[in-house]
């Protein structure tokens, strides 16, 4: 067994309590985005889309993000301006680099368009899952997990929440560097007391990586909603396919009791004190089944129960990152190792845009069923 380190190296707490969210950043030092030559188009979804770019005059590969502005009165889309000033603070290998902002000037009276300028990264992790030739082995799953986990051990050190970690917002540079990007839904959060709980909006997360408190109606949580979805990755990496894939909370909540067990006092202290308990038909007598489930795929036992400790229903008692990280799983052979050995086979960027696109014109060869799904209250595989 390789020596543990200590968690002294890590960066103390040092970044502001509360959300202070500012009118648009000023533009007039923002650069034309003409100086970037647009290449091909590899992201799309409500925040706007994504475009693989060439800075005409140095030749750098970088990642535009259009920011839509169509809607939004005030000119500039509040999920920009916290990704901005979030990602502004934040300094990491393992959160994507913002390098500036850029503008497309107007025509008529029509309002200008942004862009965030990023540094490039060849791969999302979603785009590698769907892609059955991308061989995960158990040591290119730690090293996976052990980067996701250090960057949410950087983010929540400085109080902020991811609040949307799904595969797509994982990002993989060539030489196998993971980046935690999409900071749209982020906040930063503040440790809740009797007298000030915490009232954030329950309406985030994508629903198959919503943790249960958020579906049940919780406004005063924590770093535990970025957890839940770090074990949903986890498994996905060997199911191959998202482990929970509800179409609407109700549905959510089922499935996440036919793995992790019936919601109620005895298993989530307080659940029945939520908004939702009384309102949603939620699923109370099921036995917990993580290992007993996920054994088929999964045949290490220290990474089977490390996802149990990542997947409880109650959020106090979910592990947090730091003493993920101390996990056995990172500390037994096989050791996390290289993703460059992976992904050197693959000449070409993997991206969720891709598979997406595949999937209109024929049944996509990476892409599998849903690891097993609620049908007239029956649990399928």
């Not at 730091?322 to 096989?334: E, N, Q, R």
Request: charge should be positive; hydrophobic fraction near 35%.
């Amino acid at each position: 067994m390789a020596p543990r380190q200590s968690a002294s190296h890590k960066r103390e707490n040092t970044s502001p309590e509360k959300e202070d969210i500012k009118p648009e950043p000023k533009c007039a030092s923002c650069e034309d985005v003409c100086k970037y030559e647009k290449l091909a188009k590899i992201g799309h979804g409500t925040f706007g889309e994504v475009f693989k770019a060439r800075h005409r005059r140095t030749k750098k590969i970088v990642a535009l993000k259009k920011i839509l502005t169509e809607n939004e009165k005030q000119g500039f889309p509040i999920t920009a301006l916290r990704e901005i000033r979030i990602l502004r603070l934040l300094n990491h290998e393992n959160i994507v680099h913002l390098i500036e902002i850029c503008i497309a000037t107007a025509l008529s009276r029509s309002l200008p368009s942004f862009y965030l300028v990023f540094e490039f990264c060849d791969h999302d992790l979603a785009g590698l899952i769907s892609n059955i030739n991308v061989s995960f082995t158990l040591g290119t799953i730690k090293m996976v997990m052990k980067q996701l986990l250090n960057g949410l051990f950087f983010i929540h050190a400085h109080r902020i929440l991811h609040r949307d970690l799904k595969t797509a917002n994982i990002l993989i540079t060539k030489s196998g560097i993971l980046k935690l990007a999409d900071f749209g839904l982020a906040r930063f959060f503040r440790d809740a007391t009797e007298d000030q709980p915490n009232t954030y909006t329950n309406k985030v997360v994508t629903l198959w990586y919503r943790p249960p408190e958020l579906l049940l109606g919780d406004r005063n949580y924590g770093p535990p909603v970025d957890l839940w979805g770090a074990g949903c990755i986890m498994a996905e990496m060997w199911t191959r396919s998202p482990i929970m894939q509800g179409k609407a909370e109700q549905e959510q909540l089922i499935l996440i009791s036919l793995l992790c067990g019936g919601i109620r006092p005895e298993s989530y202290p307080g659940c029945e004190k939520l908004e939702l308990y009384n309102k949603l038909i939620v699923p109370k007598y099921q036995k917990r089944k993580v290992k007993q489930r996920l054994k088929t795929y999964i045949q290490d036992d220290d990474a089977l129960d490390l996802l149990d400790k990542l997947l409880v229903l109650d959020p106090k008692s979910r592990i947090d990152s730091d003493s993920a990280l101390d996990h056995d799983f990172f500390w037994k052979g096989p050791f996390p190792c290289s993703l460059e050995g992976m992904l050197s086979p693959f000449r070409h960027s993997m991206f969720e845009y891709f598979s997406s696109k595949a999937k209109h014109n024929a049944r996509y060869p990476g892409v599998r069923q849903p690891f097993f799904k609620q049908n007239g209250g029956q649990h399928r595989r």
